[in-house]
């Protein structure tokens, strides 16, 4: 492509300090390239809601579905009841643009500050991508509350599966493993308790298998997958899972693989139908916005997810090796004086960006 339309959304909290720096990056490596961008701010969030009683209306979302990508910071801020941000503004967006393939990579970059003991439990390091379901399972909000307050109160949360929607993404989760040296997929649930949910998605997984016969295909329970991301991370390659699994799995990848101010997503509706969405996975951190504290790196990942989803491969992988040159500085300069200022969010920006001119 020569152009790029993009939407962003800085949202809450840290959210437009670290989108800042992510499209601070993202204009010098398309201007390299000789990339038109364009971009056009959407106000969501908590200040919109506060302003407006607003979230996500009908007008946002026609508007959003004109652009080739969305860049998006956090949403979520205490001032607003929990739930009505991520209910109103974030699930909505999954949702409505058909964002089924929530990616998640997790990559031990040199220097990173892993609370593992790497050399014993990661000698060679690891590289996985959790392929999470976006648009379904228990997120979907199919549930409610009974005699509520009372003693008696029932509340249900009842997970949605699809064959449709557990089909479609376990199908780009397996187009992933092929494309990946170790073409291995791990499916993981829990389907010796969830019964119904669990063998759709193991009779999906086996239905589609054959037309990937060089993928090599595992199997584990949900709690079973946590013990090896923290004693062998190394064994993943692609996890494909649901929702609310692949929610919590992938905060457990981020704090192995250095932290949650590395660790970038895409939301991906791999039908191309509608805009694809890329945000880190860290969300607002309220405590330390305004500051500029924040560490960038997750959104400036995410920048690079978007770019090679748009097909600027070249840039994308530019991004990838300035990040990753950056981090080993980083991570010898924090060995060699420890307890040194850490550097701004825009110094961050600035330093990756300094690699790519
Ligand atoms: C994430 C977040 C969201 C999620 C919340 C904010 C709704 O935790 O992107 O992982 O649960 O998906
Ligand atoms: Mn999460």
């Not at 026609?62 to 607003?80: F, M, N, Q, T």
Request: proline letters at 6%; charged letters at 20%.
């Amino acid at each position: 492509p020569t152009s790029l339309d993009l939407a962003v959304v800085g949202g809450d909290g840290i959210g437009p300090e670290v989108v800042a720096e992510g499209l601070r990056v993202l204009r010098t490596v398309t201007q390299a390239e000789g990339v038109q961008v364009r971009t056009t701010d959407y106000a969501l969030g908590a200040q919109r809601w506060h302003a407006t009683g607003e979230t996500l209306t009908d007008a946002d979302l026609e508007a959003l579905r004109g652009h080739d990508a969305i860049l998006l910071g956090a949403i979520g801020d205490p001032s607003v009841p929990s739930g009505v941000l991520e209910r109103g503004v974030l699930l909505p967006l999954r949702f409505a643009l058909d964002h089924c393939v929530n990616l998640r990579p997790s990559t031990l970059y040199p220097g990173a500050q892993s609370p593992l003991d790497l050399p014993r439990v990661a000698p060679d390091g690891f590289d996985f991508v959790v392929v999470r379901e976006g648009t379904e399972g228990p997120y979907v909000g199919n549930g409610g509350a009974l005699r509520v307050g009372t003693p008696h109160e029932i509340a249900t949360e009842v997970s949605v599966n699809t064959a449709f929607g557990v089909e479609r993404v376990v199908r780009d989760a397996f187009a992933r493993a092929q494309a990946r040296p170790r073409r291995k997929l791990t499916l993981v649930h829990k389907h010796n308790v969830l019964v119904h949910a669990g063998h759709l998605w193991r009779r999906t997984v086996e239905a589609v298998a054959p037309e990937f016969p060089e993928v090599t295909v595992d199997y584990l329970h949900v709690d079973a997958a946590t013990i090896f991301l923290t004693t062998d991370p190394a064994r993943f390659d692609v996890i494909v899972t649901d929702n609310l699994f692949g929610d919590i799995l992938t905060d457990l990848a981020a704090a192995v693989s250095g932290g949650i101010g590395l660790a970038a997503s895409g939301n991906i509706d791999p039908s191309r139908t509608n805009p694809s969405m890329f945000e880190p996975v860290h969300g607002s951190a309220p405590d330390i916005a305004g500051q500029g504290k924040a560490d960038p790196t997750a959104a400036i990942l995410s920048v690079a997810l978007l770019l090679r989803h748009v097909g600027l491969v070249q840039a994308a992988e530019r991004v990838e090796a300035a990040v990753l040159a950056d981090l080993t500085e980083r991570g010898a300069a924090a060995r060699s004086t420890p307890g040194s200022t850490p550097r701004s969010t825009q110094q961050v920006g600035e330093a990756i960006t300094a690699r790519l001119a």
